[in-house]
């Protein structure tokens, strides 16, 4: 099956700087790759997700790029803001069999102002 | 508005219990799914289901069963014989068919032994 391999487990950067975390995947077959934003207690909510057929995709301060050959992808968010800090997923997904979500092990975020 | 509810909030079980975790959405999804969350490790799947009357095992599922009598209904039941239940259990549903429409996850139960 898929498996996620997300790195780093923890990241501090200062605010207004930017955060990248990064993720690979084994399963060819998987087309789309969600990241998720996961605050204390709470479920996690999708930032933003591509599809297998497009190289990166970016809305507002968040963006993410996607090399299928490499099976990496990786999240990137600029101008970071205290509300930012959370624990952030990325997951893979086939369209086929179960269609179901694998995740990351999580990054957590802490954005120091 | 539309989403998903889990209840409760948390709960505590006592060993050798079997409890029911409430899983509800109404947002007309087809597919539902039920995750394990540990302190600092990923979400594993332990249950899901495309359709009503059917559900799978994930890759977790021992010491667990689930029920999909109604489309609007996920309920998980964690079983005595699941060793360690403590962890926080997450439901999710999408509306089906491709999943490039992304998941909608419910706020989370936690549960505890005691």
């Known amino acids: 099956g898929e498996n996620v391999e997300q790195h780093p487990s923890t990241l501090s950067v200062q605010e207004g700087d930017s955060a990248v975390i990064k993720c690979t995947y084994s399963d060819s077959a998987s087309n789309y790759f969600p990241w998720y934003k996961q605050e204390l207690g709470k479920g996690p909510q999708l930032i933003i997700d591509i599809r297998s057929n497009v190289g990166e995709k970016k809305d507002q301060r968040i963006a993410v790029t996607l090399n299928k050959t490499a099976k990496h992808f990786s999240l990137h968010i600029t101008e970071t803001q205290p509300e930012d800090s959370a624990v952030y997923f990325c997951?893979?997904?086939?369209?086929?069999?179960?269609?179901?979500?694998?995740f990351g092990s999580g990054t957590r975020l802490q954005v120091q102002p | 508005d539309g989403g998903i509810t889990q209840s409760p909030k948390y709960l505590f079980r006592k060993e050798g219990q079997n409890v029911t975790l409430s899983c509800e959405q109404n947002?007309?999804?087809?597919?539902m799914y039920w995750y394990r969350q540990d302190p600092g490790q990923g979400l594993r799947l332990i249950y899901y289901?495309?359709?009503?009357?059917?559900?799978q095992k994930g890759d977790i599922a021992e010491g667990y069963s689930v029920s999909r009598e109604k489309k609007e209904s996920f309920p998980l039941t964690v079983t005595s014989a699941q060793k360690n239940p403590t962890a926080f259990y997450l439901c999710a549903s999408w509306t089906g068919g491709n999943v490039r429409n992304g998941y909608t996850f419910g706020s989370g139960t936690r549960l505890t032994v005691v």
């Open positions: 289901s495309q359709i009503v009357n059917d559900f």
């Open positions: 997951a893979a997904s086939t369209n086929t069999g179960r269609r179901a979500l694998t």
């Open positions: 947002l007309n999804h087809d597919a």
